[in-house]
């Protein structure tokens, strides 16, 4: 059965999406079969980042409606073997959806993919709520700044109290030389505060930032060290999922 992974986030410009698509795409590039599935409802990024914006007729919410079948809202990355993206909605509200509708979705798509990939909405409100339902893992991804840690642990806490018990966090678009400077909160720091296992650190790199606005994962580029740490990153994250509870 496959592995629901939530990517999740306090604040928004964390750059989760762009953390999602390339998740996913170092995972199939690997020969995995991956579905990515945008819950950033009215918001929505990743079909950009993915290069996907032209492709989407149907969404998620389509699907949890009734309104289509799953295959028909699944848009193929031809560039991989085995890369999916289910779009989110235009709109900010998917109305008449609750979370067992999403946990269905979920279970079923287990049955197709190894690896489904959540890019939740940022914040708490009940759009997280919603795009959790039948997440294994979360992985929080926040910025090392004071405001976007506390907000991670905002997040943290709620995804608790949903029910999420492992839990993960991703420090993204670091410049080394400004942690711990005592205006920026050093690596230590973040790890008290949050108090959840590291997923691994994204160095700030504008080929990134490039590759995204152009819509292509960044990993697409093979034995770069981005690639690699992108590799590490998910493989963590893959063996967290994989470890029973004591």
Known sequence: MGKIILIASGKGGTGKSVVTSNLGAVLAMDGHSVVLIDMDMGMRNLDLYMGLENKAV????????????????????????????????????????????????????R??????????????????????????????????????????????????????????????????NLLGNGVFPSVAEIDEMLKLKAAG???????IHIAANSGLPVVFKRDTYIHKNFKKIAYRIIKETAQQKD
């Open 58 to 109: 149907y969404n998620v919410c389509d699907v949890l409606n009734g309104v289509c079948r799953i295959k028909q809202a699944l848009i193929k990355d031809k560039r991989f073997d085995s890369l999916y993206l289910m779009a989110a909605s235009p709109e900010k509200l998917c109305e008449n959806v609750t979370p067992l509708h999403m946990k269905v979705l979920c279970d079923k798509l």
């Open 111 to 176: 049955e197709r993919f190894e690896y489904i990939i959540i890019d939740a909405p940022a914040g708490i409100d009940d759009g997280l709520v919603l795009a959790s339902a039948g997440a294994d893992i979360a992985v929080i991804v926040t910025v090392p700044e004071f405001a976007a840690v506390r907000d991670a642990q905002t997040v943290s806490a709620v995804l608790s109290r949903i029910g999420i018990d492992k839990r993960m966090y991703l420090l993204n678009n670091v410049k080394a």
């Open 201 to 207: 650190i994204i160095q700030a790199d504008e080929n």
